[in-house]
């Protein structure tokens, strides 16, 4: 596992497009509550669940979590479920709870190797089709193959190996399963970002947290998770700032190619705009970690505001 702080921290000297402005931190740190600093991602479950389940969905959940965008003028994958529109992560979550409901063995490393496509399609079922569809039938065919093979079929099998540890779970999804292996190259070096991977501890905490079981050990050593929806909040609230150029592509909606500069600048930007958020709100809440802040700006991104920005587009499985 590259070390991410370490490692996109020497994008920060060298970016052309895109930079922080730390004033903007100071005046968005000032109306930080308590009660901001909260934790969301568990929310997405609907259903009631039992701990060894509600892991395993997690993973699975996380194992597809990736690209809800669509391109201008193009339809957003969306789905009706008991009598809900739903779109995005959310609705990724409901629709693999409504197949665990009709089949609890789906959550199983065989079921999910074998998994057809024709299978999957009806999982996903939606005014148009999810984007980077087949992207997320091969993911899915993987972590089952490796679930099958290492741990036991079922995904408790890594939970219980990473020994209530936070860091150790991630590192064992980048180690054994290749589509959470999360890295870019940036001007000849390596940057590690591990959006789903850490994410996925993060969600297995706050389920322990949830069923009464403590958190998992070295959640503190988490960065942000480097989407698009985090950078697009961070541009409005005139935390991070984008070059002419870069504002410009975004805002026509240009895709930006995955492990270009501008990419892993703003993901790069991203993770340390976090970092320094958490290290001034430390301050005053001594329990903040980059997750605490992460779960508030996601919160604050799902409200639409006047006059916001457009995030940045990358096909991309990686978030």
Known sequence: MVDVLSSTKRVL?????????????????SDVKKEDLRVSE???????????????????FNTVNFCFWAGKDEKK??????????????????????????????????????????HLRRILAGNVQIPLFEERLNCLNEAGKVLEKRFGNSFIGVYEKAGNDALALAN???????????????????MGFYKRAQLNSKMVSDTLVASGKGKLRNLDKLTAFA??????ILRNLGV?????????????????????????EIRATTVWAVELIRREL????????????????WNMSQTKAKGEKPYHRTLTAAY
């Not at 568990?42 to 997690?58: E, M, P, V, Y």
């Not at 292996?181 to 001007?187: N, R």
């Open 13 to 29: 000297g060298q970016s052309r497009n895109v930079k922080i402005d730390l004033e903007a931190i100071h005046s968005l740190v």
């Open 42 to 60: 568990i929310g997405l479950a609907k259903k009631q669940w039992t701990f060894d389940n509600l892991l395993q969905i997690i993973f699975v």
């Open 77 to 118: 994958w969306t789905v009706q479920i008991d009598g809900e529109e739903l779109d995005g992560s959310i609705a990724l979550f409901r629709c693999i709870e409504k197949e665990v409901e009709k089949n609890p063995d789906f959550l199983a490393g065989d079921e999910l190797a074998d998994l057809s496509r024709s």
């Open 172 to 190: 064992l999804l980048i180690k054994y399963f290749p589509c959470f292996d999360d890295i870019s190259e940036y001007k000849g070096e390596k």
């Open 227 to 232: 989407d698009y929806k985090i950078p697009q």
């Open 240 to 264: 991070i700032k984008y070059s002419k150029e870069l504002a410009e592509k975004i805002d026509r909606y240009e895709l930006i190619k995955k492990g270009s500069e501008e990419e892993v």
């Open 282 to 297: 430390q301050k005053r809440y001594s329990f903040v970690t980059a997750s605490h802040v992460d779960s508030m700006l």
